[in-house]
């Protein structure tokens, strides 16, 4: 085939990264250089991803991602079943948050086949996004400590505050994890008894946690050592090379989804939008501390004013579920950054076309940017601070 | 608002307004307007290949635009299908004229397409989604990389690329990303036939050798 035979020459051309280049731009450049393949079995990698560095000393020239480990083509196997078969898939897209991974492949589907969703459905996605928000933020603080070398102990402290939430949503969906709880126009069950009384507990205590993690760690001399000035990402290489979330906004860049489309009901709630200055792994610390406060705010807000009602659309069907020829792209703020699904239906039982937008192989554009001329120890804070889930960036 | 309380802001200007400025802007560009016909609404518009870079570039400095942020890219696989169009010819039934409506069947050679959603982070509206296609889906599979206006289609069109074969001319870094280097074929194509066994060492499974023995009977009849 000599489609193939092309296509197999420009793969060739396009491999640069295994030319060691010569010397570095400012001549600095004395020793050896030394490529080092960091991961995939690495502890700092967060799951199985590969890092081919090219080392001058301790300084790195050159790094080229590696992914496809956790390769499964998420989108030829939903392409190859029903709408509603692939909900319980996106679940393991970003692990740590199944409920927002639902949330925004719901909401495409509901925009192509033009369901509403009642009220009290929109309370409960709100409530259970932002409660996924605070495990992530607060785990992925847990985990960028670790990489900074405080072992245990913050990531045990996260992950004691991360089981409360998981318990929650364990007795509202079954699942800690793979909760796969939303459906096209609504919510799968509706709240169990309690459980408002037992999740207001847990968003009152919140703020305590995140108190005392700052007290740990926002003033301490070894972290700022470790993560100012480092990994620094401009403002406006961050917008041209598609970056989003705390990512985005710790670069200084006003860009909230929740603000912008003000998708579902996010336009009730009173919420502000935390911005760094600098942009440097310092700042994406702060940003996830800052939005574990604002989520608990907007959860003192939801959580009260939940009101009684269907939890499903009458029209949506489970059976049966052929949305009109079409397309449509929907996207919401997930911890991550912006997760998008974009759907092509030719009025078949299977969407025809199905895409995940996938915020943090997105935001690995410019992981080579971030560490160019740094240390080998930067590399692993930066790749922590920038949130990546192997189960995402692969698919 | 579109539907299920996330509505879309294209505001400023509307898709033929877009069309009609980058006709103006940029000499000899060819834009057409993609219908979508779901509760979505979401139209999109087709580019030429030839001018597809200074559509790009004007879409994202154009200071009442300013689409400076391309969300998301991807690709569709369209296969060759024969279209059904009905059509009204005038013919003579039992000695009159009339008007009689007809269905014609059209031949539509496949091909594949590269689509982007764009957003502005500058004006806060969106999304304004362009497509480009190619012109077969075996060797004239080329289309011009933006990867040069927005950064951040780098890893995506290498996804292209990777999975469903279109060459993204002026790539800077154009290999395979989430397959390996020396996998052949593209496995997001509507008509990728997968490996009889997935094992390193052939398994000797009674469904895999039913399989097997079924793509080779296909082969022997092509």
Redesign the interface.
Known sequence: MSAIAEFDEVAAQGRNYEVLPKALDNGENSGELLEVAMGPHHPSTHGVFRMDVVLDGERVVKLKPVFGYLHRNHEKIAENTTYLASMPYTDRLDYFCSLTNNWAYAMAVEKLAGLQVPERAEYIRVITAELTRLQNHASLVGFLMQDMGALGTPLMYAFREREKILDLFEALTGARMMCNYMRFGGCRVDLPEGWLQQANRVVADFPRFVDEFERLLSENEIIMARSQGVGVLPKQLAINASITGPMLRAAGVNYDIRKVDKYGIYDRFSFRVPLGEHGDVYDRYMMRVLEMRESVKILQQALPAIPEGPIIDPKSKLRGFRPKVGEAYARIEAPKGELGFYLISDGSPNPYRYRVRPPSFINLTILEDMCLGRLVADVVIILGSVDIVLGEVDR | M??????D?IAVETIEQIKSRIEAAVAGARVDIVP?????A?RSLLLDNAHAVAVATFLRDEPGLQF?????M?A?DWLDAVLKEKVKVKKLVEGVEKEVEETVEKQRPGYLEA?Y?LYS?AL?HG?L?IRMRTENR??K?HLPSLTRV???????EREG?D?Y?I?FDR?P?????????GF??F??RKDYVEPDDYEYEPTAHYEVLQKAEKHASEKVAT
């Open positions: 579109a539907a299920a309380g996330c509505p802001r979508n016909d779901s509760p979505s979401q400076d942020y391309a969300s998301n991807t569709v689509v959603h982070m806060k999304p989604i075996a060797d599979n927005w950064r951040g289609c780098e890893f995506q690329f999975l074969g060459i790539h870094d154009l290999r395979r990303i989430l397959m390996w280097d052949k074929d496995p997001m």
